[in-house]
Each structure stands twice: as structure tokens, then as C-alpha cells.
């Protein structure tokens, strides 16, 4: 089956630009994530939607991120304006369900802003 | 809420030894506890993982233990190939709670 894909794969931006990254999950997963991974640091948890609701968004600097899942299916996560702070790999994972399984990762989007 | 810790953050080891990973979670109710690779480039890839309900699992040169009274969970690695450098991820969760992953540690195996 295909993975999870994501693009761009690379995104350089001066800080206080806006940026959006996609995210495509595999076919039937119901459960899509997006994470930030800051460089030398686990991935940290920003959204979690479950079909096109969302689950969990505790984490999300709602003053500047955005995210939405349409149709349950493709997802973008937005930062506007954007943080030196920000720079990270965004990754997109999705799963079957929510509880307790396997989550598949896409190759991520490093994001550099200066 | 959840907290994992991982140690170390860096593990050198000779081509054909083992290579052993540690994390500790602070929620006893934790019950999902997922390993992951991440090689150069590329997202997390789960390797094995493990449900409260089992003590250890093995799946070919690797296994993890978990020991609930302690709250800490391992990933042995035996017989270490070039192939396995990488950094590796511990993480954990409840239900359906979001994964909590430990700081990761780089796996350097030498030829």
C-alpha cells in the first residue's frame, strides 16, 4: 500500500511569512496526526483528527497554527506569521483507528525560518 | 500527563554486539508502548511494540521487555548490523490518548 505522503519536502521562510504544508494519509486510515519534531527531540504532538473531527489539539499554538481535515481525507496544517522558534520537520502520521496501534509516518516537511 | 524519559541519548557498539535502549513512563495507566526508527531523512518507522498485557516480545534480533511494577520498558537489539544505525524512539500512551515519545537515542554501530 502507499505511505503517507507529505510535500514540500523542504520550505525555507523569513519569520512572520506564512507557510502550509499537505498531507495525503494512506487509504481508509480514519485517524490522521500531525507532529513537530524540533532538531535532537522526539515528535511532539500538534493535532490529532479522527475522520474530519478533531481529537486533540491541546498543543497547537492556535494563535498561529491552523489545521483541517476535509472530507476526512488530505489534511494542511498552516503557521501564520511564522517563528524563528518554528523551525522543525513537520511530520504527518495516520492509523487505522485511535486506539493503541500502529501510526505510519511521512518523510516530513523541514521547515527553516530565518 | 505522560512523561518518558529515554536513555542513553547516544549508543556506540561493535558490528555483532548487543545494543540495549531504556524508557521510563510516569502514568501507570500507560498500556501502549511502541518502538521506532528514524533513519537519516525519513519519519518514524515502528520496529515492534508492546501492550501492558505482556511482559516481553520478540521479533526476530529484537525484543522488548516491559516491567509495570517499574514503570520502564527496553529495546534489545542483538547481533548489531551497520544497517541498524539510526535514531530510535520509545514512546507510550492510554486508550486513546496521543503517543508520548521519549528524546530518542542515536544507534551507532561500528563494522
Known amino acids: 500500500e502507499a505511505g503517507v505522503a507529505q510535500s514540500p519536502r523542504y520550505k525555507i521562510i523569513e519569520k512572520r511569512q506564512s507557510v502550509a504544508f499537505w498531507c495525503n494519509p494512506i487509504s481508509g486510515h480514519a485517524t490522521l496526526y500531525w507532529y513537530q519534531q524540533i532538531l535532537g527531540q522526539g515528535p511532539k504532538l500538534l493535532i490529532q483528527?479522527?475522520?474530519?473531527?478533531?481529537?486533540?489539539d491541546s498543543q497547537l499554538p492556535k494563535d498561529r497554527f491552523s489545521a483541517e481535515r476535509l472530507k476526512g481525507v488530505d489534511s494542511t496544517l498552516k503557521i501564520q506569521p511564522a517563528k524563528l522558534e518554528d523551525s522543525a520537520v513537520y511530520l504527518c502520521?495516520?492509523?487505522?483507528?485511535?486506539?493503541?496501534?500502529?501510526?505510519?509516518f511521512g518523510q516530513g516537511t523541514r521547515l527553516t525560518v530565518v | 500527563g505522560e512523561n518518558v524519559e529515554q536513555h542513553p541519548s547516544t549508543l556506540s557498539v561493535q558490528e555483532g554486539d548487543s545494543a540495549v535502549i531504556k524508557c521510563t513512563y510516569s502514568?501507570?495507566?500507560?498500556?501502549?508502548f511502541p518502538w521506532y526508527k528514524q533513519e537519516l531523512g525519513k519519519g518514524p518507522q515502528l520496529i515492534i511494540d508492546i501492550r501492558s498485557n505482556v511482559g516481553e516480545k520478540k521479533d526476530q534480533r529484537i525484543a522488548v521487555t516491559l516491567n509495570k511494577t517499574a514503570k520502564h520498558f527496553s529495546l534489545h537489539i542483538t547481533e548489531t548490523q551497520p544497517e541498524d544505525s539510526a535514531v530510535y524512539f520509545c514512546?507510550?500512551?492510554?486508550?486513546?490518548?496521543?503517543?508520548?515519545f521519549g528524546t530518542g537515542t542515536r544507534l551507532q554501530v561500528f563494522p
Open positions: 514512546a507510550a500512551s492510554k486508550g486513546t490518548d496521543k503517543l508520548i
Open positions: 502514568d501507570s495507566a500507560s498500556n501502549y
Open positions: 502520521a495516520s492509523s487505522r483507528t485511535t486506539v493503541n496501534t500502529e501510526a505510519f
Open positions: 483528527f479522527q475522520n474530519n473531527g478533531v481529537v486533540d
